[in-house]
T-cell receptor, first 111, second 112 residues
Framework: GENVEQHPSTLSVQEGDSAVIKCTYS??????FPWYKQELGKRPQLIID?????GEKKDQRIAVTLNKTAKHFSLHITETQPEDSAVYFC??????????FGKGTMLLVSP | DGGITQSPKYLFRKEGQNVTLSCEQN?????MYWYRQDPGQGLRLIYY???????QKGDIAEGYSVSREKKESFPLTVTSAQKNPTAFYLC???????????FGPGTRLTVL
């Protein structure tokens, strides 16, 4: 089955800096890669996703890049703000199957 | 945050007791899921269902059971066979297996 590795497990940045979270996956048939944000005590919410026919996708301060050859994808957050502090999860969907999630990255943005 | 609800928010159980967690959605989604979340472990899939009256085991199904008698409802029973049931349980739904998953607010289960 699919295996998703996520790094780093924790990330501390200063407000205004950029943050990058990286994930690798094992199944070359994977074709859907969402990112979820989970604030403390809240439900995970989708912030951006990318499908295998696209190399990069942007939504304001958030971008995701995908390298299918290397089997990795990354989340980029620019101009970080304290409200970006949360746990971020990557996931991969292998063909017509369920999502496999990474173990999460706790992002702390200090004012 | 509407569309998918879970109850109760907090649940306490004595060892040896079965307990059922509720999950309801009004998004008309075909697929529903149950995940378990432990600190540092991410989201692990317990069971999922693509259509009514059908469901499949996920990665950690042992000690759990589900039913899908209605499209809107996907209850999870944590049985006494589950050795370490204390965790945060999340229900989710999606239009299809390859679509965006929407999560409920979660149930925090504590075994006393």
């Amino acid at each position: 089955g699919e295996n998703v590795e996520q790094h780093p497990s924790t990330l501390s940045v200063q407000e205004g800096d950029s943050a990058v979270i990286k994930c690798t996956y094992s199944d070359s048939a994977s074709n859907y890669f969402p990112w979820y944000k989970q604030e403390l005590g809240k439900r995970p919410q989708l912030i951006i996703d990318i499908r295998s026919n696209v190399g990069e996708k942007k939504d304001q301060r958030i971008a995701v890049t995908l390298n299918k050859t290397a089997k990795h994808f990354s989340l980029h957050i620019t101009e970080t703000q304290p409200e970006d502090s949360a746990v971020y999860f990557c996931a991969a969907n292998s063909g017509y199957s369920t999502l496999t999630f990474g173990k999460g990255t706790m992002l702390l943005v200090s004012p | 945050d509407g569309g998918i609800t879970q109850s109760p928010k907090y649940l306490f159980r004595k060892e040896g007791q079965n307990v059922t967690l509720s999950c309801e959605q009004n998004l008309n989604h075909d697929a529903m899921y149950w995940y378990r979340q432990d600190p540092g472990q991410g989201l692990r899939l317990i069971y999922y269902s693509q259509i009514v009256n059908d469901f499949q085991k996920g990665d950690i199904a042992e000690g759990y059971s589900v039913s899908r008698e209605k499209k809107e409802s996907f209850p999870l029973t944590v049985t006494s066979a589950q050795k370490n049931p204390t965790a945060f349980y999340l229900c989710a739904s999606s239009a299809s297996l390859t679509g965006e998953q929407f999560f409920g607010p979660g149930t925090r289960l504590t075994v006393l």
